[in-house]
């Protein structure tokens, strides 16, 4: 009697379990499969639509964008506060070499920074370093801009690819084919508007603690755009004149620690005498030390690439 009052009991539960679950594996199809019908595809995961960052975009509900707030109709671009457009100008250089300097830096920039995202993307990045440009904060040439800081020795450069390793990549010919005419057209005067007087952006990844001194102005693609506060960041402070030299078009080299000159070898031997077709003289600015540990400590920093390019550029062999 009692084994038949368990199983009875045991099936009352298993039935009431199952009305629980029942609806939420119903509820959790989606409607459109009920029905018969393809489910619709998902534009995050498009490759014309999917980039770094484009499902922040996609995240129904995810924020809203600032009431009044004007900007270009475009769905990989939210405006956060109300903005004007830098004022136009042309960069020409004053010869063709300048010329194709400031291109050649400017798309390195729009590349390493922008190269898998949206035009939109790319556009942003490409104001950004030239209201730079125009800005009395910063250098007056467009190759100073993109490589301020690499000749530093802290690696705090102010766009991180110049001294991250990632230039001993290769470029994808399409993708750099792309960015070098977003660069030309924006060295032209194409003004991308969106951005307004912006002169920073970070990831979406990432919240650096300079952002909380600026105002931010627009999500654009991967990036979090923003300009500085009070009259840096009003169009008064955007009217430096372009310089048209381009001293520079590539990073600095790097300034190292000043070191004692190395003997040659044969000074590591205490009774040898150096050749006789090759002197040497108090002349040349060093005497030979007792001894030399090999190759201990020169106070050279290690080298930034990253392992995967250092052999990046050497024949094959």
């Known amino acids: 009697m009692r084994m038949k009052e368990w199983k009875a009991k045991s099936g009352i539960a298993a039935l009431a379990l199952a009305a629980l679950v029942a609806p939420r594996l119903i509820t959790a199809a989606p409607l459109d499969l009920l029905d018969g019908a393809p489910a619709p595809l998902d534009p995050a995961e498009q490759p014309d639509d ?5 499902a922040f975009f996609f995240a129904e509900g995810a ?3 600032v009431p009044g707030v004007d900007t270009v109709r475009s769905r990989h671009v939210l405006g956060l506060d109300a903005v004007k457009a830098a004022p136009a100008a042309i960069f020409r250089g004053t010869t063709a070499l300048d010329s194709y300097r400031a291109l050649n830096c400017l798309t390195n920039a729009v590349y390493y920074e922008a190269g898998n995202e949206p035009e939109d993307g790319q556009r942003a990045v490409a104001q950004v370093v030239l209201n730079r440009v125009r800005s009395h904060l910063w250098a007056d040439t467009v190759c100073g801009v993109v490589y301020e800081g690499t000749e530093r020795l802290d690696d705090k ?3 991180t690819f110049s001294c991250d390793g990632s230039m001993a990549r290769m470029p994808n010919a399409v993708a750099w084919a792309r960015s070098r005419r977003i660069a030309q057209e924006a060295l032209a005067g194409r003004v991308y508007a969106p951005v307004g007087l912006a002169t920073h952006y970070h990831t979406l990844a990432v919240r650096p603690d300079w952002s909380f001194s600026l105002q931010a102005v627009a999500v654009i693609g991967a990036h979090i755009f923003y300009r500085n506060p009070g009259f840096n960041g009003t169009a008064g402070a955007f009217t430096t004149a372009y310089r048209g030299r381009e001293p520079i078009s590539g990073p600095a080299r790097r300034i190292w620690p000043a070191q004692p000159v190395t003997p040659p070898d044969y000074w590591a031997a205490p009774h040898a005498s150096p050749p006789s077709a090759a002197p040497v003289t108090p002349a ?7 001894s030399r540990a090999p190759h201990d400590g020169d106070g050279l920093p290690e080298s930034t690439i990253r392992p995967e390019y250092r052999n990046s550029g050497r024949p094959l062999t």
Not at 284 to 289: E, L, Q, S
């Open 157 to 159: 450069c102010q766009f």
């Open 63 to 65: 924020f809203n964008p």
């Open 50 to 54: 999917n980039f770094p960052g484009s």
């Open 284 to 290: 040349m600015g060093w005497a030979p030390p007792p």
